[in-house]
């Protein structure tokens, strides 16, 4: 019963993050997104430049 739960709860965790690109989100939403992933397509290397600029800039913005 447990497992089933946790299991539906991660389903809906990843059709939430699918439905925007999350680019005012924390790191940890960043990081879901695919912050870290080798991406080898143009679009894909755009989206994952952008998303680490604004990491940069949600940053710059709460030590400042």
Same mark, same amino acid.
């Given at each position: 019963k447990y497992l089933y739960k946790s299991s539906t709860?991660?389903?809906h965790?990843?059709?939430l993050? %699918?439905?925007d690109e999350f680019y005012e989100a924390s790191e940890n939403v960043h990081i879901?997104?695919?912050?870290y992933s080798y991406e080898t397509g143009l679009k894909a290397i755009?989206? %994952?430049k952008k998303r680490e600029q604004m990491l940069k800039k949600?940053?710059?913005q709460d030590n400042g």
């Open positions: 709860m991660i389903k965790i990843i059709d993050l %699918q439905i879901a997104k695919g912050l755009y989206k %994952q949600l940053k710059a």
